[in-house]
């Protein structure tokens, strides 16, 4: 069921465009059936999660767990990065300069670039996280001061809604600032990602010029929290 759920999202997606299957809350079985459909993107939420799904790969799928990418888009505790660094390919969920500055620091003694997603707060809802425009301005004029980081785009989440022209005006607003910011700073040549949409509306994303939708509901069902 996974396998068609997957197979029918990747109909609707033009090929380039980056799908991650998001498994938060669902069991590593769950990721196996998606792999075996040839799913390798997955996005985990809770750093603990991802880190015993990583370890417990290691011990019963080592070749599965080396083809894996792993995208992170929960929110981040600076006391976390450990559980989450060693194992991301792309942080997307970057939604405070404290929490930019302990990664980069992360980075620097780990020797290595982190690639991240700054989240942009397009969302009604006060309580999501996110940066405001003028402050993703601020932190790309000073990109270079953040040695052990890679801007890689942006993330952001619509307001939670039926109303689809709410959800578009978010999401027009997002697309327009990412292409103002990428003519702004063509020396930020890792700055292509856009990811926008969910289960509910990354159809939608899609016409608003998404790299990367990330979508857990529609392929593995719903979770039990
Ligand atoms: C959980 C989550 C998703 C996936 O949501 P679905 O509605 O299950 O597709 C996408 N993005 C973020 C940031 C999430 O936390």
């Excluded at 405070?96 to 980069?104: C, E, G, R």
Aim: net charge negative; glycine share 6%.
């Amino acid at each position: 069921m996974i396998k068609d759920n997957l197979n029918n999202i990747l109909e609707t997606l033009p090929p380039e465009l980056k799908l991650v299957a998001v498994s938060k809350f669902h069991p590593l079985e769950a990721i196996l059936e998606a792999y075996d459909a040839g799913q390798r993107l997955f996005g985990e939420s809770r750093p603990q999660e991802l880190s015993k799904k990583v370890a417990a790969l290691q011990e019963s799928h080592p070749e599965i767990l080396e083809n894996i990418e792993w995208h992170f888009i929960g929110h981040l505790q600076t006391n976390k990065l450990k559980f989450v660094l060693p194992y991301a390919h792309l942080v997307q969920s970057v939604d405070s300069t404290h929490l930019l500055d302990a990664i980069n620091a992360w980075g620097k003694s780990a020797g290595k670039k982190i690639n991240v997603l700054l989240e942009m707060h397009v969302a009604a809802e006060e309580s999501k996280q996110g940066f405001a425009e003028e402050e993703i301005l601020d932190i790309l004029f000073r990109a270079g001061s953040y040695s052990h980081i890679n801007f890689c785009g942006l993330m952001g989440m619509a307001t939670f809604t039926d109303d689809e022209e709410c959800i578009r005006a978010d999401f027009a607003r997002i697309s327009d600032y990412f292409a103002y910011l990428k003519d702004l700073f063509p020396e930020l040549e890792s700055f292509k990602e856009l990811s926008i949409g969910m289960s509910s509306d990354y159809l939608i994303a899609l016409e608003y010029d998404a790299t990367i939708v990330r979508v857990g509901t529609s392929i593995f069902g719903e979770r039990q929290y």
